[in-house]
């Protein structure tokens, strides 16, 4: 946009808004110079802007996600600022399967039924019938199938890209790229940099967009977590409890989770008997590695082993409230900083409920597990069952390690995710709403 045409652009605004008739055709004429000089997207994001300001309508905000019609972290990251925000933007949720919001209610206890959803599918996808929108699937060789969403980003005042997917381009007049890390270097279709601000969800994440998009973010939140369990004290279960997606390659480590408890059960029967191995999480279907790990319990009945598919939150909330002990290797054995945790969203929920985490020692879970004060560190299944064999013969440990977790939990609180997402936006809506 040229300085001044823009800045003819808000003086004509302002004497608009001061009633001076002398400023219609100015306005006119520096909206024709900003088409002609920027281009017809760049005229109509001034023009929504100053439907904003003379107070017409709400701002418009719209949030993407590519993995909106699945559970996950990330998914419930988006859709949590998306409530926190309910009250002063128009919303519109951009997925590209169908999702209802009831399912959004169902998944993250979450009501946004204020929201409008505007489903846009992708032909490229469509026709291999994917399930998972991977875009790393896609390259300079094929035509960028995210350019759908580009060209409706440009339908809103403020377009907020929640699923790392640098190959969207922003056309709003205020875009935000919520970055849960970095998973592929700049290459085909890199947009990362075009966005007016970037998100980040843990140091870790912040870190490597340094390293591989050579460029700084500008705004740390944590993700929401609120899985407290209320005023009300739980009787604990003799549970052991993992939380993760059902990736199909593997990643969250299940089969190696497994591997340890059978293996538990098998050299340390005294300790362990009573003691149950629950793994709880969302699954595509078709999944090959879960039906692996449903052919390894099948096999071995006498384990106490059990998987939870696609549950509920209440569910998933009653399994937080009785369990004791959490476990969670992801980054286990990694070839890439991409397959360790970004943050560790579960953990935290396990740690709000008084359960004592023992986590892989690396990625964003470093910076929220403080080893031998609030849980445990492990770079192996060696150093996993040695840890939990510690926990199961010391019930005192477990009392002040839990404690412990629930305290450090509170940093992570949903109600500070919202504050910092509320001060945030407050500052967009004073550069939207200002003559400058």
């Known amino acids: 946009m040229t300085t001044n045409a823009h800045k003819d652009f808000l003086l004509s605004l302002k004497n608009l808004k001061l009633r001076s008739r002398a400023a219609f055709p ?3 004429k520096a909206v024709k110079e900003i088409s002609i000089s920027q281009g017809i997207q760049a005229a109509y994001n001034d023009l929504l802007r100053a439907e904003v300001i003379f107070g017409l309508r709400k701002p418009s905000l719209a949030v993407y996600d590519q993995a909106f019609h699945f559970i996950g972290g990330a998914q419930k990251y ?22 209802r919001p009831r399912d959004f209610f169902d998944w993250y206890n ?16 469509e026709e291999r019938k994917a399930f998972h929108l991977d875009p790393a699937f896609i390259s300079n060789e094929v035509k960028n199938p995210f350019h759908l969403i580009s060209q409706e980003s440009g339908s809103y005042d403020i377009f907020v890209n929640n699923s790392m997917n640098e190959m969207v381009y922003p056309l709003s007049n205020i875009s935000v790229l919520i970055c849960h890390f970095p998973e592929r270097r700049p290459k085909s279709y890199f947009y990362a940099d075009h966005y007016t601000y970037v998100i980040y969800n843990s140091r870790y994440t912040a870190e490597w967009i340094k390293k591989k998009w050579k460029f700084s973010p500008h705004q740390l939140i944590y993700p929401p977590v609120d899985m407290e369990p209320g005023e009300s004290e739980f009787p604990k279960k003799k549970n052991i409890l993992s939380v993760a997606r059902f990736e199909p390659e593997g990643a969250k480590r299940q089969e190696e989770m497994i591997e340890t408890f059978m293996k538990l059960n098998q050299e340390w029967p005294e300790i362990v008997t009573g003691w149950k191995f629950i793994l709880a999480g969302g699954s595509n279907p078709g999944n090959r590695y879960l039906t692996k790990l449903e052919e390894i ?14 549950i509920p939150i209440t569910e998933l909330k009653s399994l937080y ?7 969670h290797l992801c980054g286990l054995r990694h070839d890439d900083p991409a397959e360790i945790e970004h943050f560790g969203m579960t953990t935290v929920e396990a740690m709000q409920n008084k359960m004592v985490p023992i986590v892989y020692d690396g990625g964003g879970l470093k910076e929220i597990v403080d080893h031998g004060l609030n849980g445990f560190r492990v770079q192996s299944k060696a ?14 440990l477990i009392q002040k390690l839990s404690q412990s977790a629930q305290e450090k939990a509170q940093t992570y609180s949903r109600r500070k995710f919202e504050a910092r997402v509320k001060a945030f936006f407050d500052e967009i809506l004073k550069r939207i709403t200002s003559f400058e």
């Open 110 to 125: 979450l009501d946004l039924s204020r929201c409008k959803i505007k489903i846009i599918k992708l032909p490229y996808f």
């Open 78 to 99: 988006g859709l949590t600022l998306i409530s926190a925000l309910q009250d002063q933007f128009d919303i519109t949720i951009i997925a590209n399967k169908d999702v």
């Open 297 to 310: 319990i099948a096999k071995n009945p006498d384990q106490n082993i059990e998987l939870k598919i696609n």
């Open 321 to 327: 409230r009785e369990s004791t002990i959490f476990w």
């Open 26 to 28: 100015k306005l006119s």
């Open 383 to 396: 150093e996993l069952l040695e840890c939990s064999i510690k926990l199961l013969r010391d019930e005192k």
